[in-house]
């Protein structure tokens, strides 16, 4: 009987063993014939900034895994670069030196079969990293240093900051501060948290390849940042400003943005626009965008402005602006404010964001704690301005009207 269960137990396992291989061979890797595969043909080149992109046309061959590119960066190391054989193009990239150099394309098969290398000439046009670098512009502005630049490759950079300091009598560059950019929309950063004394700083740019360019070294003196005088605000209402609430007996007028308080009923609040329509107001295409208006009482260059939410009902709700924008003038224009023509942008795409990043009608001790503290939004500092005008163009409620707490502005007051 013993003899009979071990024939069994032989037989099966031959059996299970047999059936699995047969699986591998029609499900798992295909059968390595030992074979190389066929090269690429007729591959063409175009130089591109910082590499450059090879087509070519792939072999006919049922067992073709990949296309390999072999290349060395600028530091001497070996690169490679792959693409499936559903595309008939890869791109080599990383580099910045415009040196001519030869790139080995490889076919590979499943079965790690690889073919004889098809030489092509590559020379990279300059690298986005330079071209990067090249449109550094360093400016001083409000408790730090501005860099402008043109990231129109949307190149992942880390932008550092140093400070050339004094360290037994020897000139040292000390790092401050880093950026991490990759919107090319974005075309500048601000490093704060500097005093208003003349200061050189350098900066360096570090692409995703590590290819690091030199530090361009400027010598600015960070403006000083001062709140501005409250005392001065008055009231400006334009035409095409929001109508505000009336009921309750209550003063909802935007001189209630700075009266120190931010709760009911001391609160800016406008009615519904179903009431009071709203045209458009050039260059916005959207109907019943409530606007309120601030005379600042003397010019100024305003490095930020801060926002304190209504705290009825929770902070991140009903009326509060979620997204706005605000522009600065110097003076009135002729149209009075039934066009934004001869503005300047100040806060372009503002948007108040709930820290939690918590659902509608949930806030968490964080959100109520930066509401409280007031948020913060930088403004483009350059154009001079002394009125100030704030568009809302949706509140967290989603609907026409608008409510807020309190609001304050930073900058530079001019004499």
Not at 96 to 118: A, F, H, Y
Not at 236 to 252: A, H, Q, S, W, Y
Request: hydrophobic share 40%; glycine share 8%; with cysteine.
């Amino acid at each position: 009987m013993k003899k009979y269960y071990n024939r069994v137990l032989v037989f099966m396992t031959s059996f299970l063993m047999l059936i699995a291989c047969q699986e591998d061979e029609k499900n798992g890797p295909f059968f390595n014939d030992g074979t190389a595969p066929l090269q690429v043909t007729n591959v063409e080149v175009e130089n591109i900034p910082g590499g450059a992109k090879i087509t070519y046309n792939i072999p006919d061959e049922s067992d073709l895994l990949y296309i390999e590119a072999s290349y060395k960066r600028d530091n001497g190391e070996l690169a490679t670069a792959r693409a499936s054989v559903f595309t008939n193009s890869l791109t080599v990239d990383g580099l910045r030196v415009s040196n001519t150099q030869d790139v080995k394309l490889i076919t590979v098969d499943q079965g790690n079969n690889r073919s004889e290398p098809v030489l092509v000439s590559i020379a990279p046009i300059k690298a986005p990293i330079d071209i990067f670098y090249e449109s550094l512009v360093m400016k001083p502005t409000f408790g730090g240093v501005r860099i402008n630049f043109d990231n129109s490759f949307n190149t992942r950079i880390e932008l550092q900051l140093y400070e050339e300091i004094l360290i037994d009598g020897e000139k040292v560059d000390v790092y401050r501060q880093s950026a991490f950019l990759e919107n090319g929309d974005i075309e500048s950063h601000i490093f704060r948290g500097f005093d208003s004394t003349e200061a050189t700083f350098k900066v360096a740019a570090i692409d995703r390849w590590d290819n690091v360019t030199d530090r361009l070294a400027g010598t600015v003196t960070p403006l000083l940042e001062v709140m501005l005088d409250e005392s001065k605000f008055g009231v400006n209402v334009l035409p095409t400003d929001g109508n505000v609430l009336e009921c309750c007996g209550g003063n909802f007028f935007v001189d209630q943005l700075w009266d120190d308080s931010v709760g009911w009923p001391n609160v800016y609040h406008t009615n519904d626009v179903a009431s009071d329509p709203i045209p458009a107001i050039p260059p916005y295409t959207q109907k019943n965008l409530i606007a309120f208006t601030i005379d600042l009482g003397q010019d100024a260059n305003l490095s930020r402005m801060k926002l304190f939410p209504r705290p009825d009902g929770g902070f991140f709700t009903r009326g509060n602006p979620r997204l706005f924008e605000v522009w600065g003038v110097k003076e009135i224009p002729a149209d009075n404010g039934a066009s934004f023509e001869g503005w300047s942008l100040l806060i372009k795409d503002g948007e108040m964001i709930k820290p939690s990043g918590a659902p509608l009608g949930q806030e968490s001790s964080e959100d109520r704690a930066a509401a409280e503290a007031g948020l913060d939004f930088p403004t483009d500092s350059e154009p001079v301005v002394r009125y100030v005008r704030v568009v809302t163009l949706k509140n967290w409620e989603g609907s026409q009207w608008v409510h807020l707490g309190e609001i304050e502005f930073f900058g530079k007051p001019i004499d």
